[in-house]
C-alpha cells in the first residue's frame, strides 16, 4: 500500500534553531501534502497546505515565516520551524491524499525545544 | 463554518465493553467521513464511508454512516486493551480536496 514516510520521528533543539522535518510519499507522485500539528491529549490541527511547484497555503492564525514550507518534488515536502522557541515544542504529521483514497500519514515528528 | 464534532470526548471501559463513538459534521458539498484511530504515533486509517446506511466492518470495529443525521458512529464490542486510543474523524470539507478537517477525537481508555 502506499506509505509516506516522515524523519526524525523525535527531535530536540534549542531555542533560537531551526528544525527540518521531512515527509516523502514512497510509493505515489503527491502533488499535495498537509502538514498538522497536535498538542497534547488534542485533536490534529491543520497548519498547511503544501502544494508542488507553488506557495503553500497556511491556515489561519499559522505564521508563514514561522513555518516554512517547500514542496519542491512531488514526493518530497519539507516543514522547517524557524528559530524555535519552546511553545513550538509539538508533535507534528504530514500527509498526503492518494487519489481517490484516504490521506496517508507520515509517522509523525515530536519536536522538543528546550 | 465546516466542523466535525466527536463525542464523548473521553471514555473509560473495562475490557469486554462495547463502546460507541459518535461523529457528526457540518460540511458543504459531503464526499466521505473516515475514521482513525491514534496510538502513540500518525493515525492508521481504519474506515472511508461514503453511502448511508452500509455497514463497514473490521474485526471487532464496524461502523456506518447517516446522511440524513449528517453523523457516523464507529462501534467497538468486546473491547481489549490494545483499543486504548485517541479515534479521530475526519471530513474533506469540499469535493475535489483532500483537505480534511478532523474532529475533537475520543480518546478511549480500556482496563483490565
Known amino acids: 500500500g502506499a506509505v509516506v514516510s516522515q524523519h526524525p520521528s523525535r527531535v530536540i533543539c534549542k531555542s533560537g534553531t531551526s528544525v527540518k522535518i521531512e515527509c516523502r510519499s514512497l510509493d505515489f507522485q503527491a502533488t499535495t501534502m498537509f502538514w498538522y500539528r497536535q498538542f497534547p491529549k488534542q485533536s490534529l490541527m491543520l497548519m498547511a497546505t503544501?502544494?508542488?511547484?507553488?506557495?503553500?497555503?497556511?491556515e489561519q492564525g499559522v505564521e508563514k515565516d514561522k513555518f516554512l514550507i517547500n514542496h519542491a518534488s512531488l514526493t518530497l515536502s519539507t516543514l522547517t520551524v524557524t528559530s524555535a522557541h519552546p511553545e513550538d515544542s509539538s508533535f507534528y504529521i504530514c500527509?498526503?491524499?492518494?487519489?481517490?483514497?484516504?490521506?496517508?500519514f507520515g509517522q509523525g515528528t515530536r519536536l522538543t525545544v528546550v | 463554518e465546516d466542523k466535525v464534532v466527536q463525542s464523548p470526548l473521553s471514555l473509560v471501559v473495562h475490557e469486554g465493553d462495547t463502546v460507541t463513538l459518535n461523529c457528526s459534521y457540518e460540511?458543504?458539498?459531503?464526499?466521505?467521513l473516515l475514521w482513525y484511530k491514534q496510538e502513540k504515533k500518525a493515525p492508521t486509517f481504519l474506515f472511508m464511508l461514503t453511502s448511508s446506511g452500509i455497514e463497514k466492518k473490521s474485526g471487532r470495529l464496524s461502523s456506518i454512516l447517516d446522511k440524513k443525521e449528517l453523523s457516523s458512529i464507529l462501534n467497538i464490542t468486546a473491547t481489549q486493551t490494545g483499543d486504548s486510543a485517541i479515534y479521530l474523524c475526519?471530513?474533506?470539507?469540499?469535493?475535489?480536496?483532500?483537505?480534511?478537517?478532523f474532529g475533537t477525537g475520543t480518546r478511549l481508555k480500556v482496563l483490565a
Open positions: 500527509s498526503a491524499p492518494n487519489r481517490n483514497t484516504e490521506a496517508f
Open positions: 475526519a471530513v474533506p470539507p469540499t469535493s475535489g480536496t483532500y483537505k480534511y478537517i
Open positions: 460540511v458543504t458539498n459531503f464526499r466521505s
Open positions: 503544501s502544494n508542488e511547484g507553488s506557495k503553500a497555503t497556511y
